[in-house]
């Protein structure tokens, strides 16, 4: 039986590139996110073809920018289509260009699979994102609210997860796959998490009990670790440290938003229970 591998410090050395990084990123983000538009399909769609490059440079070591440009493409038609209204369309487009992307990698020597999984992996992701959003519209003029909500849940549980584990420590939560993440940094992930869901539900924009935003709290925080652990067995699976190298200090952007991309398919499902009258 092998052993499981040695837990890797926090460096520390390039903490101040780190927070560089994320004063940039997070202000443009929660800027596009609240004023919608066409700003956050392009904020979107920069995200999806970025993802996709990471998947291609991880999976598809024979053709990887091919790989890349069909799985970018397959998700793309799916958030334009979307972007358009036509929720049930995009998502039955997803299907589609899964099986389109696979044809493309098996003609360049690649693994169908891998490719088609790539679209399933990245498309419902984006797509929840142009509906929770669009929701604005369609729900009550929430919809920038929600995906503060979001925002506030998921990185109060990445925060909360990585200082109560720094300080705690304690017993591995999967060591096989994350030997970083400990149970205690876990539990201190979902209490951040739901403290951020209860304290969302204090304004008055929302439709929502304080029992309500709080388990909406504590099942995007839940999805955030899930999203984060899933991640971390597909490096894993494929041999790789990092997703890529593209935020400084961060490495890939699929290492930042691994648990956002679990956590707003969550949310999603959470915001049209809230429309259809949970929670109230």
């Known amino acids: 039986m092998t052993s499981s591998p040695p837990a890797k410090r926090f460096d520390w050395t390039n903490l101040g590139l780190r927070v560089a990084s994320a004063v940039v990123l997070v202000p443009a983000a929660l800027a596009a996110a609240w004023f919608g538009g066409w700003p956050y399909l392009v904020l979107i769609a920069i995200g999806v073809a970025l993802l996709a490059i990471e998947w291609g440079g991880m999976t598809a070591p024979v053709a990887p920018t091919r790989v890349a440009a069909a799985v970018a493409a397959a998700v793309l038609i799916a958030v334009f289509v979307g972007y358009r209204g036509d929720f049930i369309w995009a998502w039955g487009a997803i299907a589609l260009t899964a099986a389109g992307a696979a044809v493309v990698a098996r003609g360049v020597a690649e693994r169908p699979a891998d490719a088609a999984f790539g679209v399933l992996y990245i498309a419902p992701a984006a797509l929840c994102l142009v509906w929770l959003r669009d929701s604005d519209?369609?729900?009550?003029?929430?919809?920038?609210?929600?995906?503060?909500?979001?925002?506030?849940?998921?990185?109060?549980?990445?925060?909360?997860?990585?200082?109560?584990?720094?300080?705690?420590?304690?017993?591995?939560?999967?060591?096989?796959f994350s030997p970083n993440k400990t149970w205690s940094g876990f539990i201190g992930g979902l209490a951040a998490a739901t403290a951020a869901g209860s304290l969302m539900a204090g304004m008055s924009v929302f439709q929502l009990n304080v029992w309500a935003a709080a388990f909406i709290g504590l099942a995007?925080?839940?999805?955030?670790?899930?999203?984060?652990?899933?991640?971390?067995a597909i490096k894993r699976r494929f041999g790789?440290?990092?997703?890529?190298?593209?935020?400084?200090?961060?490495?890939?952007?699929?290492?930042r938003v691994d648990g956002l991309m679990f956590a707003v398919v969550v949310m999603a499902a959470l915001r049209l229970a809230n429309h259809l009258g949970w929670g109230h």
């Open 137 to 176: 519209k369609l729900m009550s003029h929430q919809g920038h609210w929600w995906i503060m909500m979001l925002f506030a849940a998921t990185w109060a549980a990445d925060i909360g997860a990585f200082a109560v584990g720094s300080t705690l420590k304690g017993p591995k939560l999967w060591p096989r």
């Open 220 to 232: 995007v925080g839940l999805a955030t670790m899930a999203g984060d652990l899933w991640e971390s």
């Open 240 to 255: 790789v440290k990092d997703s890529g190298d593209l935020i400084p200090g961060h490495g890939g952007l699929l290492d």
